[in-house]
């Protein structure tokens, strides 16, 4: 129903990182700013977290929708 909150997974930053494949994917027009500043060589992991996933020592893989 919809008093029914949503289900989640919360996973801290270590086994995120060490994951051997990570998946993220963005889509819609409001997320074009945030994923061409965390696809830049210089992206500010403080200001879009996802950018520390370029820490990763596994298969890190985008999906994104065009825009």
């Known amino acids: 129903t919809a008093a029914d909150p949503p289900i989640r997974l919360t996973l801290?930053?270590?086994?995120?990182?060490?994951?051997?494949?990570?998946f993220v994917m963005a889509a819609g027009p409001e997320k074009q700013a945030a994923l061409e500043h965390v696809l830049a060589p210089?992206?500010?992991?403080?200001?879009y977290p996802a950018a520390a996933l370029r820490a990763a020592t596994g298969r890190?893989?985008?999906?994104?929708?065009?825009?």
Request: proline content about 8%; hydrophobic content about 50%; overall charge positive.
């Open 12 to 22: 801290t930053w270590p086994p995120l990182i060490g994951a051997s494949r990570i």
């Open 42 to 47: 210089n992206a500010d992991a403080e200001r």
């Open 60 to 67: 890190l893989t985008w999906w994104a929708a065009r825009l």
